[in-house]
């Protein structure tokens, strides 16, 4: 579903997504919170390679803007709280 038929069909979720997207968990998924503890393990391997690493990601294949939002914010040292909002673009180099 888009974000406008999300907003149609369940306003209910859709306010509390806007109130803290942060937190919030849509029913049966995962928030950004929960997110970032699965991620970390990798995050973890990455750090300790003692050479230079590269991270690729096929954004169709394998991942979706949280989770770029979310390796994105830790090797940019954002905030925490910064990390729903962060612009990725697609099709880049970063």
Known sequence: ????EIKIKFPEEHKLRAENKLIYRYPMGESYIDLI???EPVIFEIERSRIPIIV???FMKIAHQAVLRCLY???KTNKVDEIPYIDIPLHTII
Do not use: P, S
């Open 37 to 39: 503890e699965r991620i």
């Open 73 to 75: 914010a830790y090797f």
């Open 1 to 4: 579903m888009t974000y406008n």
């Open 56 to 58: 690729v990601i096929n």
